[in-house]
C-alpha cells in the first residue's frame, strides 16, 4: 500500500468487505472493469447526484483511494467503502464527463468514464410508454380475489379509462424481484437478533427463482448483493450484519428504488428501520418523487418504540400510499413474522395491468412533468377492496 494511504480498518468497511472474492491471481494481464453504479449515462444530472462505482470481486480490500472527476475537475476522493459521494451538478442540465479512478495497493489503477447527455430544449412527445399499475383485490373479510379476467379492470388516468395493454394475474405470477433494506444504525442492537431471524424465514418462503438485493444502511449504505436467487448467500450476508452509526432511511429508500430491474413488473422494496431519518444527503420530497416515478410498492416495518413517533409514521405511511405498498408495525416477534407472511402475500397475490398513455400536445410535453392519477376499479362490483399505485409523474 502506498506510504501516505490511511488506516482503512472501521466497522462500515467490513460490511462492504463481506462481498469480496478471491483476488485476481499475480501477473494476470486483464484487469477487470472499474463500472459505474451511478450514473448510468442514460439520463442528464442536475441538482444533487450520486457518484458511485462498482469494483471488480477480490479488489474491495485492494483500493485505497477513489478519485472522482466531472468535466476534467476533482470532486471529491474517497477513502473506504462504498466508494460513492454526491456532487451538486446545478440546474443547467449540461452534458458531463466523470471520471472515477481507483488507486490499488501495488500502485495500479482502475479508470471509468460515463458521458451523459445534455438536456434537451424541445419535447416534442412524451417517454412514457406504458405505466405498470400493481393491484392488490380483496374482499370485505380482507381476503385475496384472485383469478379475475383482464376485462373486469377499468384503469383510469386523471379519470379517463385507459385500455390495458399488459396483465399479469397471480396465477401467472412472474419473477420477483425483492429489494430487501435493512437499517444497521446503533439503535437497532435490540431488535436485531429477531429481525435477522424473521427476514431470513422471508427468504425462505419466496420462490425459488425470485431475485434479493440486499441492503444496509445506517448514515451509509451498504449493498451486499445485487438480484441474486442464492438464498444460503443472503442468509450469511444477513447473520454478519453489524449496527453501528446513524440512520439514513431516505438515501438507502432510493438505492433500494434504483437496484430494480425497470423491466421487471413485478418488483417490491421492503425496508426495515427503527427511527426517524437523521443523515440524509435525499429530501423527502426528493424519495417521494422517485418512489413516484418507479411503480414499484414500497413496504415498510417499523421497529421499536423511536417509530412510534407521529413523524416518521406518517411519512412511511405517506411514502407507502402513494406506491400502492402498506406499513407494518409489529411490536413482538411473532408479529414482526405475521407482517412479514403478509407482504410475502401480498406480492404473491397482485395483479400487473399496463397501458401506454396517450401522446401529449407538444405545449404540454414541453411544461414541468405533473403528477397523473391512477384508479382502478373492478366493473360491476363494489364489493372489493383495492390497493394500487397512487399516479406518476408525466
Partial sequence: MPRNAPPRVTVLAVLVALSATTAPSPGQETRPALTFASPDGERTL??????????????????????????????????????????????????????AVAELDDETRLVARVHTPMRSTFRFRTSVERVMVPVLV????????????????????????????????????????????????????????????????????????????????????????????????VASFIDRLQVAGLTSLYDAIVRAFDSLDPSNPRKAVLAFTDGEDRSSFRSLGSVEQRVVDTGAPLYVVTLGPASRTKGIAEIMERLAAVSGGAVFRPDEPQELDRALAVF???????????????????????????????SVRIRGDNRYRIRSRAGYRR
Wanted: with cysteine; net charge negative; hydrophobic share 40%.
Fill in 344 to 374: 410475502r402475500d401480498n406480492v404473491s397475490n397482485a395483479y400487473f395491468l399496463g397501458y401506454s398513455p396517450g401522446e401529449e400536445e407538444p405545449e404540454a410535453a414541453a411544461a414541468e412533468k405533473r403528477f397523473r392519477e391512477i
Fill in 138 to 233: 380483496t374482499d370485505r373479510g380482507g381476503r385475496y380475489v384472485n383469478g379475475l379476467p383482464p376485462d373486469r379492470f377499468e384503469v383510469l388516468e386523471d379519470g379517463v379509462v385507459q385500455d390495458i395493454t399488459y396483465f399479469e394475474a397471480a396465477a401467472d405470477r412472474s419473477q420477483l424481484d425483492l429489494a430487501l433494506a435493512i437499517d444497521i444504525s446503533g439503535s437497532m442492537a435490540p431488535v436485531m437478533p429477531a429481525l435477522k431471524r424473521s427476514v431470513k424465514e422471508l427468504l425462505d418462503n419466496l420462490r425459488d427463482d425470485d431475485l434479493v438485493t440486499l441492503l444496509a444502511f445506517n448514515e451509509r449504505t451498504f449493498i451486499l448483493t445485487r438480484q441474486v436467487s442464492d438464498r444460503p448467500q
Fill in 46 to 99: 442536475e441538482g444533487v447526484e450520486w457518484l458511485s462505482v462498482e469494483l471488480p470481486p477480490g479488489y474491495e480490500e485492494r483500493t485505497w483511494r477513489v478519485v472522482f472527476s466531472v468535466d476534467g475537475s476533482q470532486v471529491c476522493a474517497v477513502e473506504e467503502p462504498p466508494f460513492e459521494c454526491s456532487w451538486n451538478f446545478g440546474p443547467v442540465g449540461q452534458a458531463r464527463v466523470i471520471r
